[in-house]
C-alpha cells in the first residue's frame, strides 16, 4: 500500500524534514505516527498526497511511484486516497450530506449513485439525523463525522488523518476513533498522526515514531511512548 525507500526530504530553504527514511505500510493496516513538533510528521503526509516530492529515494502509494507520475495523473491518484484534517474543512455553505456528495460530484458519479452512497456513508459514521445541517449548527465531534464520511465516500484503499482528534475533547475523540476502527475494519488502511497519547495507547496498533526526520522506532502493537 505504501513503501518508502531511503526517501530524504530538503525544502529550498535547506531543512532536513525527512533524513533517510525507509518504511512499509501494507493493506488493511492500521498506523499511528508520532513524533515531536518539527519532526516531519507532516511531510510524511504531503509526499504521500502528492504535495510535495521526495528530494531523494522513492515513495510508493498502491503500486505508483510518485516521483514518476505525470502532473496531469496527481487528481486521479489522489481520489483513491481520503484526507481528514484537525480543522474539519468542510464548506460551510454546504449542509452535512452536500458536503459528502460533493466529493461524488466532482468525479461525476451518477445521481443515483451518490444518493445512496452519501446516505450509506452517512449512517456508518452515526450521523444520519444531521444530514440536512449546516457544519455551524453541529458539534465538532459532528463535523469530523462529516469530513470522515466525505473522505471515504469515494471508497479510498487510504485514509490519511492528520491530527483528527486535536480538537474535540476526549470522550469525542473515542467515539472519532471508534470510526476509524469501523472503517479500518472493512478493509481500509489508516494511517493517523496523532499527538493523542490516550488514544495511542488505548489501540495497540503499529506505532512509527519520527524525530529529526529518522524514523526511531516502529512497534507492531505500540503506545504513545516507548
Ligand atoms: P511535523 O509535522 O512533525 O511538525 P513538518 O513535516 O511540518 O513536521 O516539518 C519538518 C521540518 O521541515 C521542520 O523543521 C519544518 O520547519 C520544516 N518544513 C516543513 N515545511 C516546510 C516548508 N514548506 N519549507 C521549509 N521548511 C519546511
Ligand atoms: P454498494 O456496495 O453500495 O451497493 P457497489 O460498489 O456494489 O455499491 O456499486 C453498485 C453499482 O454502482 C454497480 O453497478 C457499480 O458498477 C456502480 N458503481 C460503483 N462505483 C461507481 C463509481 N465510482 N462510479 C460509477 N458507478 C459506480
Do not use: C, W
Amino acid at each position: 500500500m505504501i513503501e518508502l525507500k531511503n526517501v530524504s526530504k530538503v525544502y529550498d530553504n535547506g531543512s532536513i524534514a525527512l533524513d533517510h527514511v525507509s518504511l512499509h505500510i501494507g493493506k488493511g493496516e492500521f498506523v499511528f505516527v508520532v513524533g515531536a513538533s518539527g519532526a516531519g510528521k507532516s511531510t510524511l503526509i504531503k509526499l504521500l498526497s502528492y504535495e510535495e516530492l521526495p528530494s531523494r529515494g522513492s515513495v510508493f502509494v498502491n503500486g505508483i511511484e510518485v516521483n514518476k507520475l505525470a502532473k496531469n495523473r496527481v487528481p486521479y491518484l489522489r481520489r483513491k486516497m481520503g484526507i481528514v484534517f484537525q480543522d474539519f474543512r468542510l464548506l460551510p455553505n454546504k449542509t452535512a450530506q452536500e458536503n459528502v456528495a460533493f466529493a461524488m460530484e466532482v468525479i461525476e458519479a451518477p445521481r443515483r449513485l451518490i444518493r445512496r452512497r452519501v446516505r450509506d456513508v452517512l449512517d456508518l459514521v452515526g450521523l444520519v439525523g444531521k444530514a440536512d445541517a449546516l457544519p455551524k449548527n453541529l458539534s465538532g465531534g459532528e463535523q469530523q463525522r462529516v469530513a470522515i464520511a466525505r473522505a471515504i465516500v469515494n471508497r479510498p484503499l487510504l485514509l490519511i488523518a492528520d491530527e483528527p482528534t486535536g480538537n474535540l475533547d476526549p470522550e469525542t475523540s473515542r467515539d472519532i476513533m471508534e470510526v476509524f476502527k469501523k472503517i479500518n475494519h472493512m478493509g481500509t488502511t489508516v494511517l493517523m498522526v496523532t499527538h493523542d497519547k490516550t488514544l495511542v495507547d488505548m489501540m495497540n496498533k503499529r506505532v512509527i515514531e519520527i524525530d529529526g526526520g529518522k524514523v526511531v522506532r516502529d512497534e507492531q502493537k505500540g503506545g504513545y511512548d516507548d
